[in-house]
């Protein structure tokens, strides 16, 4: 595995030179924040990560995310010009020496918590999602005072009932017409690149608000990377995200689809999954219900050697800033993670 973290770039108050302090630090994981999403970056931009990346002592191997215009996972005709910049982005992340793009197909709402910052027993803040408290919420109701965190501010309450109206007018057999498009034309420029195109699973994996979503479970994920079966079409196995629901045998998935090669990117995260939603915990498997050395072990076992990140840490020792992107959390557990592959490598050789 290629240890790897998130930057968001020079606002983050995270510096490089913090993240490349983690020992086997290996890549950083970034992207162009100043452009609308669907738009063009401008290579300017992507040199300017790469070098500031590079002048740190780190690699620029991984873009998460270069976000999917609405307008593509909608099927309408103005994908077209919003396909051809993201092919274009995909181009100029070659030519910059990008290896792998996450990115996801989620409706509207990228991630969704109702929570923050709750507290847990140690007196640690995580993000949390409660389905009682999601059910109360309508984003079709434009005149609610009622939000969840993490909702993109970009869209007015009206515009965002307006758009949610859209993809309940839509069918799961719709979104995957259109994930096929957009597959179709993406995937084959990724190849030229040699990029590996790395899909994030919907978080959580299951339909909010009545909207289609479609990258939740094992037989979805099966369907996914047979619409366009090449080994650039793959995967960002998130832990957290499939983890979330009991129905999914993160251990065997991870497996499988490593064995097939086309786990490109891991986010690492645990949760505890509860009857009513789940709470993000430590990374440590006894503080959750994911067991991450089988995890791990399922990885290693089966030729993985891609990227995997720290995913969202708690914030812990004070520390505030970006919920679940703090510095001190994320490093105990890309500390974690090195502990474990050092020990499930060495112990495969015995
Ligand atoms: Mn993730």
Redesign the pocket.
């Known amino acids: 595995m290629k240890l790897s973290f998130r930057w968001y770039g020079k606002d983050d108050k995270i510096t490089l030179q913090h993240i490349r302090q983690i020992p086997g630090m290996d890549s950083i994981v970034t992207a162009v924040y100043d452009v609308p999403v669907g738009e063009v970056w401008s290579r300017e931009s992507i040199a300017d990560l790469k070098k500031m990346t590079e002048d740190a002592g780190l690699k620029f191997d991984v873009i998460e995310s270069v976000p999917v215009h609405e307008d593509i996972k909608l099927g309408k005709p103005s994908r077209e010009k919003y396909i051809e910049n993201y092919c274009e982005n995909i181009r100029r992340l070659g030519e910059a020496g990008v290896k792998c793009i996450c990115y996801n197909f989620m409706p509207v709402f990228d991630w969704t918590r109702t929570q923050l910052d709750h507290v847990l027993p140690d007196g640690s803040t995580s993000l949390v999602y409660y389905q009682e408290q999601v059910d109360k919420v309508d984003p079709l109701k434009s005149d609610s005072d009622l939000t969840l965190p993490g909702w993109d501010a970009s869209y007015t309450r009206d515009e965002l009932a307006s758009v949610v109206a859209e993809y309940n007018a839509m069918t799961e057999d719709d979104l995957w017409d259109n994930i096929m498009y957009f597959l179709e034309k993406v995937i084959p420029v990724a190849a030229e690149c040699d990029i590996n195109m790395a899909i994030?699973e919907d978080?959580p994996c299951w339909s909010i608000f009545g909207l289609p979503r479609i990258i939740t479970d094992e037989k979805n994920l099966d369907r996914f990377l047979s619409l366009v079966d090449d080994p650039h079409n793959g995967l960002?196995f998130?832990v957290?995200?499939l983890g979330c629901s009991n129905k999914n045998d993160i251990v065997s998935m991870a497996a499988k689809y490593a064995k097939m090669g086309r786990i490109h990117f891991v986010?690492m995260?645990n949760v505890a999954v509860l009857d009513n939603g789940f709470e993000e915990r430590a990374h440590l498997s006894s503080c959750g219900s994911i067991d991450m050395y089988a995890v791990m072990k399922a990885l290693h076992d089966n030729g993985f050697t891609g990227y995997v990140r720290p995913?969202h840490g708690r914030m812990i020792w004070g520390e505030t800033g970006r919920p679940g992107y703090g510095l001190f959390d994320r490093a105990l557990g890309a500390t974690y993670l090195n502990g474990l592959w050092e020990a499930i490598e060495k112990g495969s050789k015995e």
Do not use: M, N, Y
């Open positions: 994030h978080d960002t998130c957290g995200s986010h995260r995913d």
